[in-house]
C-alpha cells in the first residue's frame, strides 16, 4: 500500500489548470472548444528575446546556473526597478527563480511559519492559497466588492490584522479581476501595514507592463514600508514567454539570502538559456510589449460590450492584467435538461459542455459567485466565446 503525505491529499490542484486540462481533452475528442481558462498570451515571444536564447546556445550557456541568478541579469533587473519604478534594489536583493509562482512559494516558505497568518484580499490568484497551506499558515481572506473594483480598503485590511498576522500578500494588476491600484489606494494601505511592523507585504506585479490606466505604482515606493516589501514580477506576461518558466524577487537582503536558500534545495539556477533570453527581454525595448498590450486593450473593451449584452450579470471594470471577473449569481437556481445551477462550479461545467466555453470557477479565486474569463486570444474567438456564453445561459429558466 502506498501512503501519500498528508499534505498531498490536503492540496487542491490548480483549478485553472484543471480547466485547461479538460479543455485540451474534449478538443482530442474532436469538440470545437474555445479555451479562455488560461491566462496566457497568444502572441509569440517576440523575435530579438528568442535570437539571444539561440545565441547563448552557440555561446555554450549550457551549464548550471548560479542559484540566485547570472549576475548581469540580477544587475539588469536592479536597473529595470530604477529605470521603471525609482525604486533602488542592489544584485544582492534579487533572486531568479522558475516563473514567478516559484518566487512566490519561496517567499512565503522563507516567511510563514505554522499557525502564522497570512492576509489576502479575495479575489485572489489560485496557488496563493495552496502555498500558503503548504507552509502550514492560515489563510485570511478579506472579501472585496465588485462595486469598488474588488480592491482592498485601508479599512478592510485593518480589520483583518491581528498579533498572528505575519504576511500580506496582493497583485496589481491583479489576477483574477483585472483591478489596479492608484498611488492613493496603495499609500492607503501602507499607512495601515506602517503600524504593523512584523508584517512582511508580498506585492505580485507580474502584470505590470499590462495596465491601461497610466504608470504602474508599486507598494515598495512608500517611506513607511522600507525594507518591508517582497516584489514579484517575471518575463511571462509582458514578454509573452510562459513557457519560458522566468520569474523573479527583490527582496530585503535577509528574505533575498533566505528564498536563495531554499530554491538551492529545490531547482538550484533557474535554466540558464532563458536567463539568457531574460537579459535581452529586459534591457530590450517595450515597443512590442507596448503592442500586446493595445491587442489586449482593445480586445478588453470589445469582451466588454459584448458582456454589457448579456441579462443579468454584474461586470467590474478592469483596468489590467487580461480578465474579466462578472457576478454570474443571477443564474443560480436556474435548470436545463440534468443540469440544476446551484453556484458557478455548476454554471461552467454547464457551459463547457452546453455552450464548448472553456472559463474558471470563481471558487478558486475565493468568490464563489463569479467566474473569470481570461481575453488573451483573437477577437475572432473572442467574438464567437461571447456569443455561445449568451445563447447558452439562454437556454437556464
Not at 446551484?342 to 468568490?367: H, P, Q, R, W
Request: aromatic fraction near 10%; charge should be neutral; hydrophobic fraction near 40%.
Amino acid at each position: 500500500m502506498i501512503n501519500l503525505a498528508t499534505r498531498v491529499s490536503e492540496l487542491s490542484e490548480s483549478e485553472t489548470l484543471q480547466m485547461a486540462k479538460l479543455s485540451r481533452e474534449l478538443k482530442a475528442k474532436g469538440k470545437d472548444i474555445i479555451d479562455l481558462s488560461l491566462g496566457e498570451p497568444d502572441f509569440d515571444t517576440p523575435l530579438f528575446i528568442k535570437d539571444a536564447a539561440k545565441k547563448a546556445l552557440d555561446d555554450g550557456f549550457t551549464k548550471y546556473s548560479p542559484v540566485a541568478g547570472f549576475l548581469d541579469l540580477r544587475k539588469a533587473i536592479s536597473e529595470k526597478f530604477k529605470r521603471d519604478s525609482q525604486l533602488e534594489f542592489s544584485p544582492e536583493q534579487i533572486v531568479v527563480s522558475t516563473g514567478a509562482k516559484q518566487s512566490i512559494a519561496n517567499a512565503v516558505l522563507a516567511l510563514v511559519n505554522p499557525g502564522d497568518e497570512v492576509i489576502v484580499p479575495s479575489p485572489y490568484w489560485v496557488s496563493y492559497r495552496e502555498m500558503v497551506k503548504m507552509a502550514a499558515g492560515n489563510l485570511v481572506k478579506v472579501n472585496t466588492k465588485i462595486s469598488n473594483e474588488f480592491k482592498l480598503t485601508g479599512k478592510e485590511l485593518a480589520t483583518a490584522i491581528t498579533p498572528k498576522s505575519k504576511v500580506f500578500i496582493f497583485s496589481s494588476p491583479c489576477n483574477p479581476t483585472g483591478a489596479v491600484y492608484s498611488k492613493e489606494e496603495l499609500h492607503q494601505l501602507a499607512l495601515i501595514l506602517a503600524k504593523h511592523p512584523e508584517i512582511i507585504i508580498i506585492s505580485d506585479e507580474i502584470y505590470e507592463y499590462i495596465n491601461f490606466i497610466g504608470k504602474h505604482e508599486s507598494i515598495a515606493q512608500f517611506e513607511e514600508l522600507k525594507d518591508r516589501v517582497v516584489i514579484v514580477n517575471g518575463c511571462s506576461k509582458g514578454y509573452a514567454m510562459t513557457g519560458w518558466r522566468l520569474g523573479y524577487i527583490a527582496a530585503p537582503i535577509k528574505i533575498a539570502k533566505a528564498c536563495e536558500k531554499i530554491q538551492g534545495q529545490f531547482t538550484s539556477g533557474t535554466n540558464s538559456i532563458a536567463q539568457r533570453a531574460a537579459l535581452a527581454a529586459i534591457t530590450g525595448n517595450l515597443t512590442e510589449t507596448i503592442s500586446m498590450r493595445e491587442a489586449f486593450n482593445k480586445r478588453r473593451n470589445l469582451v466588454k460590450t459584448l458582456l454589457n449584452k448579456i441579462p443579468g450579470i454584474k461586470c467590474n471594470n478592469p483596468e489590467g492584467a487580461f480578465y474579466f471577473f462578472p457576478d454570474f449569481s443571477y443564474y443560480f437556481g436556474k435548470e436545463y435538461k440534468n443540469y440544476n445551477i446551484k453556484n458557478a462550479d455548476d454554471l461552467c461545467m454547464f457551459l463547457l459542455y452546453e455552450g464548448n466555453i472553456s472559463i474558471v470557477t470563481g471558487s478558486a479565486f475565493g468568490d464563489e459567485n463569479c467566474i473569470r474569463i481570461s481575453y488573451a486570444t483573437s477577437e475572432e474567438k473572442l467574438i464567437t466565446a461571447m456569443e455561445r456564453l449568451h445563447n447558452t445561459l439562454l437556454l437556464l429558466k
